[in-house]
């Protein structure tokens, strides 16, 4: 693990709340020079802390209504059915997450559709025609009180 001190976390804080905030801007709620913080955020960079910045978007403006949760559980516990399944969800542009994980499934993956018909579409032709799935769980997002992903 990469040591990082308190003022490299509360640059990191303030990086994940505004990635587009100006260096001045950083310094000033970071207490830092520009210069030392403009260090500081290029070695966070250079470490592989920060891995890169991106746009957070409003799903409901770009026609998203349906964000789900599906658990998904395997037939077959092989390395080769396992990257087969991940090569096919990676083509699938609804599955916005896709997480390999412990537990009474394999996978949990966050996938987002317009509307309950195209959800329907998804988990129906795409998913459940995949040789490798053997139990799909689909958990329907009625809101999301705290969501700090960017």
Do not use: W
């Not at 990676?90 to 009474?104: K, L, M, Q, S």
């Amino acid at each position: 693990m990469t040591a990082i001190d308190d003022t490299d976390r509360r640059i990191l804080r303030e990086l994940t709340r505004d990635g587009r905030i100006t260096n001045v801007e950083l310094a000033a709620r970071i207490g830092l020079s520009p210069s030392a913080c403009l260090r500081r955020v290029q070695e966070l960079e250079r470490r592989g802390i920060v891995t890169g910045y991106r746009a957070v978007l409003d799903p409901e403006k770009l026609g998203i209504g349906i964000t789900a949760y599906l658990a998904v559980s395997l037939n077959s516990h092989t390395k080769e059915a396992q990257e087969a399944f991940e090569r096919a969800v990676a083509r699938a542009p609804e599955v916005r997450e896709c997480h390999n994980i412990t537990g009474a499934v394999e996978y949990l993956l966050r996938v987002e559709t317009a509307t309950l018909a195209d959800y329907k579409r998804f988990h129906t032709d795409v998913i459940g025609t995949l040789p490798q799935v053997h139990g799909l769980t689909t958990y329907v997002v009625m809101g999301s009180p705290k969501d700090d992903r960017a």
